[in-house]
């Protein structure tokens, strides 16, 4: 008959034959580790080792082995290989860490315009930001109209209106009393109304852009024969004033002498029509004309 040391000899030498030999403390501690509690009976006979004939046994033994060696590599595994020490757990990755944009700093607002003469320098204004040469001021606080030169001796000074929502034109600016015409919200209604007026237009309107915002420019010019001052009645404009349009705030523009020019550049501005007025008269040198237009080319639409 078998005994236990028997077994134990059986699995020594299978495991020193093999292709990884098992130290002796591990093999003890297999053994050890070997469940050895006391089974429930079975309603079957159970048949012992030493009544098994030898192939059965040699087959039994096998098993044995089998069962020995998985528990071993297990255990092994444990407890990081085979004279190792125990295995360290792999270090977690630290997610780099994620750069910050730096913050965009404000824009610098340009300074309100002043009232009065106006130094050198870039300006806001209602709805637009200029820069302006020297020579310019503003008449009064509001700073609508900038102009350069004597603005009470035209025709040599020259100026710049800004309008919001031109809401009424008049189609006899000298009889601007009786004539007054409501027109719609869009660029296309001011033109159509400014061109009907018997001011009239000097040429068709044309595509303009400004910073972006697109519309028409349109040139009227004040008739040389209109009286706004004199002794006959028949000839006197009322109030003595030749009005050509009244924005939705209730300003008024109306003209100081014949041959006036308003050269209105009439903006689309998010759904609102908005007007950039240059004024000048026949007069005005090229050289102021460019200047103007200078101021134009710096305007940038702050809505």
Known sequence: MSTDRDVTHIVRSWLEEGVTAL???VLDSVLDQLPATPQRRAWWPARRLGEMN???????????????AAIGINILLMNGGVGGPPSTPLPTATAAPTATAAPTPSPTLAPRLPTGQIPPGTYRHLFVTYTLPAGWGTPDSSGTTIFKGPATTPPSDMALDLWQNVATVYSDPCHWQTTAVHIGPTVDNLIAALVATKRGSTAPPVDVTIDGFQGKE??????????????????LCDGAQYKSMTDAGGGDRYNQAPGQHDLLDILDVNGQTWAIDRVFYPATTAADRAELQAIVDSIKITP
Do not use: E, Q, W, Y
């Open 23 to 25: 130290p002796d403390r």
């Open 54 to 68: 030898t192939p059965l046994r040699i087959a039994v033994a096998a098993v044995a082995v089998v069962a020995v």
């Open 218 to 235: 349109i040139d009227l010019m004040v008739p040389l024969n209109v009286k706004f001052k004199g002794s006959s009645k028949a000839t």
